[in-house]
């Protein structure tokens, strides 16, 4: 089955159908996520487990986080043990002002879903949908809004049902449907983990570059909490490059890192039924893999390389897209320098799209802990060089004539010299023959 054929799937019965218009929905109360995450809370926790614990926090489900976030019962309770303070234990149950202490995604279980992950990579070949999952969720971003959630970025409120009908999200409900499972799974990594956790795990299965990404977001708890429709870029406004520059320099993002992230297209396919771009099928959409039709701005569409850079650049093939917002890469004067030479040198292409695929997946975030979370499982990283004053230093310097003097004439004081360092108890005597003295002096004095 591929990427896009998910009617079978649970969550997308629950769905009415995307809206082709771009215009605001109210507000849902209940988010289809978030129910699912409530019931599989609930199954995590045995019933009588549950009816011992009194929990009065505001947000009992962030509460819960933590006995949630492993699969196994004997691990949930060692975790709780660690992790939780300010416990009131009355009459052998746990009451009031519980106190959660631990991260927002645990490290094992990140580990593990990005297993998870690779395995769907292998037989849904959804690469590119999950790249656009984690860029939806992070470039809502706006650098001029400090409060978190308002700033908008990643923290998961793609998740909700309003967010997901927002018009530039249009078909992303697939990419949730498919990793919905996986969270299901590791309820101890949190949404905004998980949708750039698989962006990331897709770049580099898809033979890109290996992104420096840290974990520990934390997720909105409420569909009210995500930012309103218009914050993702539009691929068919009139001055494309002005358009480009208003809605990633509002998130912080130079023009050179605008023309890196848009390499991500050397990934995936355009689906006129979705955003209204692309052709139905070209002769390397229609047989898949996956789900056939789209069209594609590469050949290999999914294979991460420089070659979206190379075809935007001599547009040969009808069959592949390029998008107003993809030609102007090579218009624009400042961004053209670039695009050049991403063209011609795929490894500085890798190097600047990992940092800004970092950079992006970052964006807004709500790290805890603040510093976030390593789960490097790559290649070990060279030892940080080891600090050698040596190398600072001038030089080797002789002293000057004078200071040798003088320190030849200290040595010898105590009868040594610089040539042969005096011996260690040489010193001890001196000091025990003053203490000697000062004892004899003060007996004398009274
Ligand atoms: C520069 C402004 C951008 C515009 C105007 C834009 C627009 C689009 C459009 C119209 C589609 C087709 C969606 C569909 O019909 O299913 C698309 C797909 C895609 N976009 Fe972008 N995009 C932009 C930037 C980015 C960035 C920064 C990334 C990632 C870092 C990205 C990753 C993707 C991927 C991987 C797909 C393919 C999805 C699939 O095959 O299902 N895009 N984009």
């Not at 159908?17 to 109360?29: A, E, F």
């Not at 614990?53 to 962030?62: G, I, K, T, V």
């Not at 819960?64 to 196994?72: Q, R």
């Not at 018009?167 to 750039?196: E, R």
Request: proline share 8%.
């Amino acid at each position: 089955m591929g990427a896009e054929s998910l009617s079978s799937l649970p969550l997308l019965a629950q769905l009415p159908p995307i809206p082709s218009s771009h215009s605001p929905r109210q507000h849902q109360k209940k988010p289809m996520a978030s129910s699912l995450s409530t019931a599989a809370s609930s199954r995590l926790l045995p019933s009588a487990t549950r009816a011992r614990f009194s929990l009065s926090s505001p947000s009992p489900l962030s509460s819960l986080k933590c006995l949630t976030s492993s699969p196994s019962i004997s691990h949930l309770f060692l975790h709780q043990r660690r992790s939780w303070s300010s416990v009131n234990v009355r009459s052998g149950s746990y009451s009031t002002a519980v106190t959660p202490k631990c991260a927002a995604s645990n490290p094992d279980q990140l580990k593990s879903a990005k297993e998870d992950i690779k395995q769907l990579l292998k037989t849904k070949f959804c690469h590119p949908i999950l790249v656009r999952l984690g860029w939806h969720d992070a470039g809502t971003y706006n650098k001029n809004i400090e409060e978190w959630p308002q700033r908008g970025g990643a923290n998961g409120s793609l998740r909700f049902e309003v967010e997901l009908k927002h018009g530039a999200n249009a078909g992303l409900v697939n990419a949730l449907s498919l990793i919905q499972p996986i969270k299901d799974k590791y309820s101890g990594v949190t949404y905004a983990d998980l949708f750039q956790l698989a962006s990331a795990t897709a770049i580099e299965e898809a033979g890109g570059p290996k992104i420096p990404m840290k974990y520990g977001r934390v997720d909105v708890s409420e569909p009210d909490q995500c930012p309103e429709e218009g914050r993702l870029p539009d691929a068919g406004r009139p001055s494309p490059s002005d358009h480009l520059r208003e809605v990633f320099y509002r998130m912080g993002l130079s023009d050179k890192e605008i023309v890196a992230l848009s390499g991500a297209h050397t990934l995936g396919r355009s689906r006129p039924e979705r955003s209204g771009w692309g052709k139905p099928e070209t002769k390397y959409t229609k047989d898949g893999p996956g789900a056939p039709g789209g069209q594609s701005w590469t050949v290999q569409w999914l294979k991460f390389d420089n070659s979206y850079f190379k075809d935007i650049k001599e547009r040969k093939d009808q069959d592949l897209l390029v998008l107003p917002t993809d030609a102007v890469l090579f218009e624009d004067p400042s961004f053209k320098v670039y695009a050049e030479n991403y063209a011609e040198d795929q490894e500085a292409f890798f190097k600047d799209y990992a940092e800004a695929h970092a950079k992006l997946s970052n964006l807004g975030a709500k790290f805890d802990p603040p510093e976030g979370i390593m789960i490097d499982d790559g290649p070990a990283k060279a030892a940080p060089e080891k600090f050698v004053a040596a190398k600072y230093s001038s030089g080797k310097k002789d002293l000057s004539d004078s200071m040798k003097q003088k320190i030849r004439a200290e040595y010898e004081a105590f009868g040594g010299s610089p040539d042969k360092p005096l011996q260690s108890n040489y010193f001890l005597n001196i000091i025990i023959v003053i203490g000697v003295l000062a004892f004899l002096t003060s007996l004398v004095g009274n």
